[in-house]
């Protein structure tokens, strides 16, 4: 019931509210949704700390940049790229994971670190084919049914909005299932999961391909949206904005997630500037937006502090967080 | 050959920074299992702080004769007891109450006293570089082959002699007694009546005031510094740790230098030079991880049940 309300309304905003800016806030929003649930997948089911998620975004990005563009004449239909490009993020995923997940959970997160900020890189040093700090411009523009998209966020806010209902779908359905459930008992208690027969490893470098998989779709709408990648958006921290909306609105639980996501990019995108706007209106001279990244770490020390679990807490992820916590050092 | 002597030189002393500032993070690691993110930063703030005390001082060129000698240990020494303070401070308040949780939580905490440093330090200075007075006078001695400048020996030289001190301090000191034996095992050590919180406040002291040392030093070498240093830093001063097998302190030294040798002699032979020197070296790190985790000299532990 409640859920059927929030569709109409989601569905219907773009008629009720001509502020096009708005829609073009809630579509960059619905992007970071979609990175949100993807890393949820890796951080949220399988405990799994992957601090580099933004280079599958540069990954995604960057194929939709150069298969559907004039950088190489190659003009891949946008919705034939939303099918190509997640295969391209996960296959990038499975590399990435292959040598590295057998590693001990820190030293997992350090080495996606240190992927996160290679690939970037390297999109920047590789300047005879993406136009190294220029990035890639002019994107090939989506359509439909012979109508292109044109430059109102509208379009893009649809797609999103289908994405995302897939994205949620898919997370669901990925919880309930024996994959899930795997995930699960890995984030648990690693040993005792291979004890139980589980191929952890094959398991692990399943939630690090599906999720990766997400950012590739999410690269693909924000490339088209945008109309430009550039090396300078996927950097550290865009993976710690999206590790933020994941530990604010709660790790491992699929609402939580989008909650956190959507909050965050309220306040990123209205609640700092408008402030900012109102402190000026007031003579103070005051640019709030300088606290974004003060903002994101206040959120990661003070939730692991005091709200572990998130503001929308699975059960059973609270469960875990509060009972260790309170279990002898020794456990 | 020429070149590539003269890299080492120049590899060796930027390793003795990154040395360092890995020490910081081995001894963390080594007593309470963490990778310290806001280590790096500490770092930054290290320079932060010698450029406010030099200000203070006064100093804004090069010194001479004893005056230059005071207002080296003077600046050195502040920076390190800011540093050690503001590490002390951090561990209080974002990682002991999470000592139990699931790993993954200080982890996250790291990372965001990470941010919150960096911000701050933006706020404090403004999101540009900024210069840093040149206050040692840096003559170069020609050795025939490759040419070493003051500031280089000078960085070598007090790596060596604070880890050599530090090496003192934990295997023939009672206190340094009490870190090995909180690292080994921390229950045993606290039912053998060594006051565990104290004890691990130290560790972050001691770490944190080489990592003060370590930007004055780079202060000094590079003549500049920016809030976002510490990024690249600590990743790189993290490698070296690794890469010395993380929790010993010889081998956060052995692979700080290696690291900086890496760096260095990257930097001249692969062609497109300094963009893919960050690659490489965490190409290094991934590489260490996969095939060496415990590092050149650690010893392998079997998992903790």
Redesign the interface.
């Known amino acids: 019931m409640g859920l059927g309300f929030l569709v109409v309304a989601l569905l219907g905003f773009p008629f009720m509210d001509r502020n096009n800016s708005h829609v073009d806030f809630l579509a960059n929003a619905g992007a970071f949704v979609l990175l949100a649930l993807g890393l949820n997948i890796v951080v949220g089911f399988a405990g799994l700390l992957d601090l580099g998620y933004a280079a599958f975004f540069a990954i995604g990005s960057y194929s939709y940049a150069m298969l559907a563009s004039q950088q190489f004449g190659i003009h891949v239909p946008f919705w034939l790229m939303l099918l190509v490009a997640p295969v391209v993020a996960a296959l990038f995923g499975l590399l990435l994971g292959a040598p590295t997940l057998r590693l001990r959970g820190d030293y997992l997160a350090i080495v996606t670190l240190g992927f996160g900020e290679i690939v970037p890189q390297t999109f920047l040093n590789l300047a005879q084919y993406t136009n190294g700090p220029n990035g890639i411009s002019s994107l090939d523009q989506p359509s439909l049914f012979g109508h292109p998209f044109g430059f109102s966020a509208t379009p893009y806010y649809y797609v999103l909005l289908g994405l995302i209902a897939i994205g949620i779908l898919a997370a669901r359905n990925l919880q309930n299932s024996r994959l899930g459930r795997a995930w699960m008992a890995i984030r648990e208690d690693e040993l005792a999961a291979r004890h139980m027969g589980i191929n952890t490893t094959t398991t692990k470098l399943a939630a690090f391909a599906l999720g990766a998989s997400f950012s590739g779709l999410a690269g693909v709408a924000y490339a088209a949206k945008l109309d430009l990648v550039s090396p300078d958006q996927f950097g550290f921290n865009v993976s710690v904005l999206v590790l933020s909306m994941l530990v604010l609105g709660g790790m491992g639980n699929i609402w939580g997630v989008i909650v956190g996501s959507f909050v965050l990019s309220f306040v990123n995108s209205f609640l700092l500037p408008q402030s900012t706007t109102l402190a000026h209106a007031a003579g103070l001279n005051l640019d709030f937006t300088n606290y974004r990244f003060m903002l994101y770490g206040v959120i990661l020390v003070s939730m692991m502090l005091f709200r572990p679990e998130g503001l929308i807490p699975s059960r059973q992820r609270a469960a875990e967080l509060h009972d260790v916590a309170a279990a002898p050092e020794s456990a | 050959m020429d070149v590539f002597l003269q890299q080492v030189v120049n590899g060796l002393s930027l390793g003795g920074i990154y040395a360092l500032i890995a020490l910081g993070y081995t001894m963390v690691y080594g007593i309470i299992?963490?990778?310290n993110f806001a280590h790096g930063d500490v770092y930054t703030l290290g320079t932060f702080f010698s450029l406010a005390i030099l200000t203070g001082l006064g100093v804004s060129g090069e010194v001479h004769g004893p005056a230059l000698v005071g207002v080296v240990v003077v600046t050195l020494l502040a920076s390190m007891l800011l540093c050690g303070i503001t590490g002390v401070l951090i561990e209080r308040l974002?990682y002991r109450?999470?000592?139990?949780?699931?790993?993954?939580?200080?982890?996250?905490?790291a990372?965001?006293?990470?941010?919150?440093?960096?911000?701050?330090m933006?706020?404090w200075r403004g999101p540009s570089p900024i210069p840093f007075p040149d206050v040692i006078p840096n003559p170069s001695f020609n050795l025939g082959v490759v040419s070493i400048n003051v500031k280089q020996i000078g960085v070598v030289l007090l790596a060596i002699a604070l880890m050599a001190a530090l090496q003192f301090f934990i295997y023939r000191t009672k206190l340094g007694k009490a870190m090995r034996a909180t690292a080994q095992d921390?229950?045993a050590a606290q039912l053998m009546g060594i006051d565990i919180n104290t004890t691990i406040a130290l560790t972050f002291l001691i770490g944190s005031a080489l990592a003060g040392a370590a930007g004055f030093v780079s202060g000094v070498y590079y003549g500049t510094t920016w809030f976002f240093n510490g990024?690249e830093a600590g990743?790189k001063a993290?490698t070296a740790a690794?890469l010395g097998g993380i929790g010993n302190v010889a081998g956060a030294m052995l692979g700080g230098f290696l690291i900086g040798l890496i760096e260095a002699i990257a930097t001249q032979y692969i062609p497109?030079g300094a963009?893919?020197s960050?690659?490489v070296v965490?190409?290094v790190?991934?590489l260490v991880?996969?095939f060496r985790?415990s590092g050149l000299l650690g010893e392998s532990l079997p998992?903790k049940?």
């Open positions: 299992e963490l990778i974002a109450r999470l000592r139990n949780a699931p790993r993954l939580a200080p982890l996250i905490t990372i965001g006293m990470s941010f919150i440093l960096e911000n701050v933006q706020l921390r229950d990024f990743l993290f690794v497109g963009q893919w960050n690659v965490f190409s790190l991934v991880l996969i985790p998992e049940v």
